[in-house]
Nanobody
Framework: QVQLVESGGGLVQPGGSLRLSCAAS????????MNWFRQAPGKQRELVAA???????NYADSVKGRFIISRDNAKNTVYLQMNSLKPEDTAVYYC????????????WGQGTQVTVSS
C-alpha cells in the first residue's frame, strides 16, 4: 500500500512559477518510477513528467523546457518545478507511482489544483 499526498498548487499568473510536492509513504520509494499527471476539465488525464529511482526523466512535449521533475529519496518526496506557466497548464495535478516507465500502479494522491490566469 502506498499513500501519496500532493501539495503546492494555487493560482498564478501566466509566466509565473509553482513548485508541486508529493510525499509518499513506504520504505521502497527509491525503487519506484514517480509520475506527475494532470487532468483539465473535460479532458483525459495525461502524463506530464516521470522520474526513475536513479534520476532519469521523461517529459511530455508540452512541458519540455518549462517543467523540471526531481526527487529526494531520503524524504520520499517527488517535486515538479513548473516555470513559464501558461493558461493551458491549468489542471488538477496528481502524483502516481510506477514499476517502470510503462507499468503504473493504481495509487493516486488527492490531487492539487493549479490555475494559471491573469
Amino acid at each position: 500500500q502506498v499513500q501519496l499526498v500532493e501539495s503546492g498548487g494555487g493560482l498564478v499568473q501566466p509566466g509565473g512559477s509553482l513548485r508541486l510536492s508529493c510525499a509518499a509513504s513506504g520504505s521502497i520509494f527509491s525503487r519506484y518510477v514517480m509520475n506527475w499527471f494532470r487532468q483539465a476539465p473535460g479532458k483525459q488525464r495525461e502524463l506530464v513528467a516521470a522520474i526513475a529511482g536513479g534520476g532519469d526523466t521523461n517529459y511530455a512535449d508540452s512541458v519540455k523546457g518549462r517543467f523540471i521533475i526531481s526527487r529526494d529519496n531520503a524524504k520520499n518526496t517527488v517535486y515538479l518545478q513548473m516555470n513559464s506557466l501558461k493558461p493551458e497548464d491549468t489542471a488538477v495535478y496528481y502524483c502516481n507511482v510506477g514499476l517502470s516507465w510503462s507499468i503504473r500502479l493504481n495509487y493516486w494522491g488527492q490531487g492539487t489544483q493549479v490555475t494559471v490566469s491573469s
